[in-house]
């Protein structure tokens, strides 16, 4: 594997692109480059199908992605929340619970 550090910086950022068979050769060297911030795409017949992300790279995508679902849901129903308090205290004041669940939980009716 070539050493990465002594190149010019716009050169370091080269994507990294190797096929199935030599990604579960190098498969430890290959999660390292990922690791250092490196872009490595696995490439089956020359077309890219997966990219090795860090997980914390992934669970940041993955927040992003359901945040902008979820402010796209709600944005669908903006009208209808007009003038009403989302809050969460306001939202656990407006609950029913059920006798029973009142009763387990100690709850004043």
Same mark, same amino acid.
């Given at each position: 594997?070539?050493?990465?550090?002594?190149? &010019?910086?716009?050169?370091?950022?080269?994507?990294? +692109?190797?096929?199935?068979?030599?990604?579960?050769?190098?498969?430890?060297?290959?999660?390292?480059?990922?690791? $250092?911030?490196?872009?490595?795409?696995?490439?089956?017949?020359?077309? &890219?199908? %997966?990219?090795? %992300?860090?997980?914390?790279?992934?669970?940041?995508?993955?927040?992003?992605?359901?945040?902008?679902?979820?402010?796209?849901?709600?944005?669908?129903?903006?009208?209808?929340?007009?003038?009403?308090?989302?809050? &969460?205290?306001?939202? $656990?004041?407006?609950?029913?619970?059920? &006798?029973?669940?009142?009763?387990? +939980?100690?709850?004043?009716?």
């Amino acid at each position: 594997m070539l050493d990465q550090a002594t190149w &010019p910086s716009y050169l370091a950022a080269v994507t990294i +692109h190797v096929n199935i068979g030599e990604a579960k050769t190098r498969l430890s060297q290959l999660i390292a480059a990922a690791l $250092r911030g490196e872009e490595v795409v696995i490439d089956r017949d020359g077309q &890219p199908q %997966v990219r090795l %992300v860090p997980e914390q790279v992934n669970r940041d995508l993955e927040r992003q992605r359901v945040v902008a679902r979820r402010r796209a849901a709600f944005g669908k129903f903006a009208a209808e929340f007009e003038g009403v308090d989302t809050s &969460p205290e306001a939202i $656990r004041a407006m609950r029913e619970y059920s &006798p029973e669940r009142r009763e387990l +939980h100690g709850m004043d009716e």
